[in-house]
T-cell receptor, first 112, second 114 residues
Framework: QKEVEQNSGPLSVPEGAIASLNCTYS??????FFWYRQYSGKSPELIMS????GDKEDGRFTAQLNKASQYVSLLIRDSQPSDSATYLC????????????FGKGNQVVVIP | EAGVAQSPRYKIIEKRQSVAFWCNPI?????LYWYQQILGQGPKLLIQ????????DSQLPKDRFSAERLKGVDSTLKIQPAKLEDSAVYLC????????????FGPGTRLTVL
C-alpha cells in the first residue's frame, strides 16, 4: 500500500465551477497534511496546510481533513484557468524529521 | 528574499557517466532536502540534511548516489554511474528547522540519461 494515494485521473472543470481532489494516506499516525500546486515544468508550491480534523479555508481553496478515515481533500471554488496544474498531496509522518511523502498528483484542467 | 537556487537547470548525459547537481538553500534554512521526481510521479525524498549532518538517507541508492553539505549551507548531489532510470527532475528544498515547517522548492534540474 502506497503511503499517499491520489487515484483520480485528470480532472476537467469549467471555469467558475468547483474542483474537488481527494487523497488517502496509510500511516494513521500522520500529523501534518499539505497540498502543493505544480505547474508544468515548474517546482511544487505550497498552497494549503492542515493539521487538525475539519475544514480550513484560504481564499478560493478549502482543505478538509478526516483522520479517522485517513483522507484529506482540496476544494477549489470559482476555478480559474490559472488553476490548471497538477496538485500534489503530501503527508508528514509521525516522528519524521519533516519528511514528506507525496502522492503522484492529480492534474486539473480548467476550461474557459 | 532569494529562493532556493539550483544548477544546472538541464543536463543530458550518456549512461554510465557521472553528473553533479548543486543547491543553495534560502539563507538561514538549516534543513535541506534532495528529491527525485520521475515524470508522472510525486517527488521522492532522497536525502535530508540538518545543517551538515544527514538526518534521513533511507531512500538514497547509495551504490551510485552521494550527497554532501560540508559547511551546512550549499549542497551537492552526485550520481556515478548514471542509469537510464535516473532520468528525472532533481529538486532541492529547504526549510527552517522544525517538525512542520514549510519546505520551499528550487526550480529543479532536469536530467536526461541516454
Amino acid at each position: 500500500q502506497k503511503e499517499v494515494e491520489q487515484n483520480s485521473g485528470p480532472l476537467s472543470v469549467p471555469e467558475g465551477a468547483i474542483a474537488s481532489l481527494n487523497c488517502t494516506y496509510s500511516d494513521r499516525g500522520s500529523q501534518s497534511f499539505f497540498w502543493y500546486r505544480q505547474y508544468s515544468g515548474k517546482s511544487p508550491e505550497l498552497i494549503m496546510s492542515i493539521y487538525s480534523n475539519g475544514d480550513k479555508e484560504d481564499g478560493r481553496f478549502t482543505a478538509q481533513l478526516n483522520k479517522a478515515s485517513q483522507y484529506v481533500s482540496l476544494l477549489i471554488r470559482d476555478s480559474q484557468p490559472s488553476d490548471s496544474a497538477t496538485y500534489l498531496c503530501a503527508v508528514n509522518r509521525l516522528g519524521g524529521n519533516n519528511r514528506l511523502a507525496f502522492g503522484k498528483g492529480n492534474q486539473v484542467v480548467v476550461i474557459p | 528574499e532569494a529562493g532556493v537556487a539550483q544548477s544546472p537547470r538541464y543536463k543530458i548525459i550518456e549512461k554510465r557517466q557521472s553528473v553533479a547537481f548543486w543547491c543553495n538553500p534560502i539563507s538561514g534554512h538549516a534543513t535541506l532536502y534532495w528529491y527525485q521526481q520521475i515524470l508522472g510521479q510525486g517527488p521522492k525524498l532522497l536525502i535530508q540534511f540538518q545543517n551538515n549532518g544527514v538526518v534521513d538517507d533511507s531512500q538514497l541508492p547509495k551504490d551510485r548516489f552521494s550527497a554532501e553539505r560540508l559547511k551546512g549551507v550549499d549542497s551537492t548531489l552526485k550520481i556515478q554511474p548514471a542509469k537510464l532510470e535516473d532520468s528525472a527532475v532533481y529538486l532541492c528544498a529547504s526549510s527552517l528547522a522544525g517538525a512542520v515547517d514549510t519546505q520551499y522548492f528550487g526550480p529543479g534540474t532536469r536530467l536526461t540519461v541516454l
